[in-house]
């Protein structure tokens, strides 16, 4: 069974810029989440989808979105870039069933110039 | 609110030998799951032990233990015969009952010296 896929796995934009990451999860499952790592704040959670809805949300600005497809796979957008985007985003699948194990992929390391 | 304090950013330990990673957490739920995930450069997060908050018994994986005080908010990880393999980062994290998401420490960076 493959495992979660994200892309890309780096990812060099300029400040003002937009930048899309694509995570598709294990199949079967129907939850997504996001989270963002960085050295300073660490693991947080951004938000998470189930069945092409968002279904809980972190406590960042509105310029971080995403969206979920029935495929299950998720798309997390990030306007107006600025230099503390700078991390690693790590996305997690599950059945989406409470407590299930959650899976990560390999993250998309997004550095922002 | 939920939070994860891990006090430990870094620790060493000999080939073999037996380290235990501390984390403590606060939350006024009484229901939930701790988890350690480990982490190595390669950056995927690996479920190293889960343990459920209503279970007394301490969760065991292998060489994996830990030690869950629920009074105190204390969850420790205990790795035996260290391996030159463990070495990575280690989070401790936080999950209530209901949901998905996950509340983390700032991690531990363990290395195991040959």
């Known amino acids: 069974k493959a495992g979660v896929t994200q892309t890309p796995r780096y990812l060099i934009k300029t400040r003002g810029q937009q930048v899309t990451l694509s995570c598709s999860p294990i199949s079967g499952h129907r939850s997504v989440s996001w989270y963002q790592q960085t050295p300073g704040q660490g693991l947080q959670f951004l938000f998470e989808y189930f069945s092409e809805t968002q279904r809980n949300k972190g406590n960042f600005p509105g310029r971080f979105s995403g969206r979920q497809f029935s495929n299950s796979r998720s798309e997390m957008n990030v306007s107006t870039l600025e230099l503390g985007d700078s991390a690693l985003y790590l996305c997690a699948s599950s059945l989406g069933v409470d407590n299930q194990p959650q899976h990560f992929g390999d993250g998309t390391r997004l550095s922002i110039l | 609110a939920q939070t994860v304090t891990q006090s430990q950013p870094e620790m060493s330990v000999q080939e073999a030998e037996t380290v235990t990673l501390s984390c403590t957490y606060d939350?006024?739920?009484?229901?939930?799951?701790l988890f350690w995930y480990k982490q190595p450069p390669s950056r995927q997060m690996i479920l190293v032990i889960r343990?459920?908050?209503?279970?007394?018994q301490n969760a065991t994986e292998n060489r994996f233990s830990v030690n869950f005080q629920k009074a105190a908010k204390s969850f420790s990880l205990k790795i035996s015969d260290s391996q030159l393999g463990d070495t990575a980062m280690y989070f401790c994290a936080f999950m209530k009952r209901t949901g998905n998401q996950f509340y983390f420490g700032t991690g531990t960076s363990l290395t195991v010296i040959p």
């Open positions: 939350t006024s739920e009484n229901n939930y799951y």
């Open positions: 343990q459920e908050a209503y279970k007394q």
